[in-house]
């Protein structure tokens, strides 16, 4: 029941409320986004929605244009409190997580659930192993398992495990406990960058050449 019905009624009612902050973040920030580099105030991504259905997902643009898609070794992508292609506005916007906050907008569309997987790239369907693909039975969330208790902390793979053993026991005292750790990662401000290592200080350095 709540799986089918309760969730998508959640999501709906939560996302309908917040819609009117929505509007003042991004009238309080476009301006801002705007004259860093006279660029466009939201960035559209192709993601891969439930079923394995592409959709445009919406967040408020944090690079540089034409900033270059920098990977990590495993796939995941390059993120660095030290990140060169992250504008000043766009550094603080992933610090307090409110370049995500359009994505109520696809939860309203019906592409996203406040509370799942978060979405992969449409090349990575390519890239999945085993079971991995199961993660795609459900509607991918703004936040998720592995943002409320490991955010950008571990690895690609080690993540996709998380995302399908919460496709497959979604309940709603699992979403409360997510969310509500979600909070507490956004507001003590946790693990928002990956950690430096070997992989990230090369990449970094490409980024400088």
């Not at 540089?64 to 796939?75: F, K, Q, S, V």
């Not at 399908?164 to 969310?179: C, E, G, P, R, S």
Request: aromatic letters at 12%; glycine letters at 4%; charged letters at 25%.
């Amino acid at each position: 029941m709540y799986r089918k019905y309760i969730k998508r009624f959640l999501d709906i009612f939560l996302c309908s409320i917040a819609t009117p902050l929505l509007f003042i973040i991004i009238i309080v920030v476009s301006p801002v986004i705007y004259y860093v580099d006279k660029g466009p105030i939201f960035y559209n991504a192709a993601r891969l929605g439930k079923n394995g259905k592409i959709f445009k997902m919406f967040k408020l643009r944090s690079m540089y244009i034409n900033a270059p898609d920098i990977r990590l070794e495993d796939g995941s992508t390059y993120n660095a409190e030290d990140d060169p292609r992250v504008t000043p506005i766009g550094r603080f916007l992933r610090k307090t997580s409110l370049d995500e906050a359009p994505q109520i907008i696809n939860v309203l569309l019906g592409n996203m659930s406040i509370i799942g997987p978060r979405p992969d790239l449409p090349e990575h369907m390519k890239l999945y192993e085993f079971n991995e693909s199961e993660k795609l039975r459900v509607r991918p969330g703004i936040t998720g398992y592995n943002q409320a208790y490991y955010r950008n902390t571990i690895e690609w793979r080690e993540r996709l495990q998380h995302d399908v053993y919460y496709a497959h026991n979604i309940t709603f005292l699992l979403d409360a406990k997510i969310f509500i750790h979600t909070a507490f990662m956004v507001l003590t401000r946790r693990n928002v960058f990956v950690r430096p290592d070997a992989s990230s200080k090369k990449n970094r350095a490409q980024l400088l050449l």
